[in-house]
Structure formats: C-alpha cells, structure tokens
C-alpha cells in the first residue's frame, strides 16, 4: 500500500497573537480586583499597574488615555473607602514579611517607597516593626544568616574559611560590618538569641 505524498509546502499559521483589551471602565475593575485577589499592593502600585494598560489600549485602539486614567482614580477611590486598598495595613504587613526574609530597615524603607507607600505610612510600619522586634537590623541579619547558612549556620569545618565571604555576603544584603560581625562571629545559633536580646539599642535609618 502506497504512503500518502510528502509536502514541503508551508505549514499552517498558528493563532495570531492576540493585543491588548480596550480598556473599558468594567475591563480596568476586572484587571484590578484579579490583581488584588492575588497581591498585597498599594494605591500608587495598583494605579501603575492599571496605568501601563491604559497606555497599551491607547496606542492600540486609539482609546483617550486620560479618560482611562480618570477611570483609575475613581475606581482608587471607591476601593479606599471599601478597605480594599490600604496603604498603613500593606506597610505593616509588607515591612514585616520583609524582615523575616532578612532585609534591613532601610532596605524596607527602600522597597516600600518603590511601591508608591507614602512616607508617613512607611514611617509608621517601621515604628510598629520596632515594637515587634526591637532589633530589627539584627533580627534581619540572622533570619539571611540563617536561609543561606552563613556563619553559625555553615558546617563548622568551613567557617574559618568562609568567615570573610560570609561578611561580604552580609554586607551587600546591606548591613553595617558590626551588625553583620555579630552575627557570622557568634558561636552558636543558640548564642544568637543571647545577642538578639542584648540588641536592643533604637535603630538608625
């Protein structure tokens, strides 16, 4: 039985890539409650969120982008007096989740302003995060210390050796060289928490 003909023709095209949406005021309340039922965010990140899709459908399919922009503040607003957007409560949480991955003070401060956090709510969480822990550089540190093995964290055969990357690996998380000394020169994960609660002096930032 003979084999069906070989074809070298072309091969059929795939689906066309899709643009982007017209924005609508219904498209940017679905875009936005998608997003917050996935992050945490603040007013100022979830308007630059809805904003680069009003930029999209503008150059697209000709929408007004001020209207659209228009569309975002109302929809900022109303969410507001909802409780859906908070920027105080997303400080707090934010900063907080940040220390326990081992970022410092001023890398919170830092993170959060990049977020569009005000600097009153921002000020405001690191006092509340002062409250919680009040060593909270410290705490960071040993937290990074911790997750990458560093110090007294790493196989005592290596620690000697590794002390000075240890430091350095401290160092560009953004620490100061004593915080960062105390940590990877404890002897101990148990010495650590006698050195947690002696680092109880107001932090700089």
Known sequence: M???????GPKPAGRARRGPKKVTPQHLENVALHYLARF??????????????????ARHHGTD????????????????????????????ARAADLL?????VRGIRFRLAQKGVGGADI???????VEDQPAPDLAAAVSLARRRRLGPFSPAAVRAERREKDL??????????????????????????????????????
């Open 168 to 205: 350095a690996a401290l160092a560009r998380a953004g620490f100061d060289y004593d915080t960062a000394r105390r940590v990877i020169d404890a002897e101990t994960p148990d010495d650590l928490e006698a050195i947690m609660a002696e680092g109880r002096a107001a932090p700089t930032w």
């Open 65 to 92: 982008p001020d209207e659209g922009l228009a569309w975002i503040e109302d929809l900022i607003k109303r969410y507001r007096r909802a409780g859906l957007l908070d920027d105080g409560a997303f400080a707090e």
């Open 40 to 57: 945490a965010t603040s007013a100022e990140n979830l308007r630059r969120v809805l904003a680069r899709r009003v930029e999209k459908s």
């Open 123 to 129: 000020d405001k969480a690191l006092d509340v995060l």
């Open 100 to 104: 326990r991955r081992g970022v410092p």
């Open 2 to 8: 003979e084999s069906p003909p070989r074809t070298n």
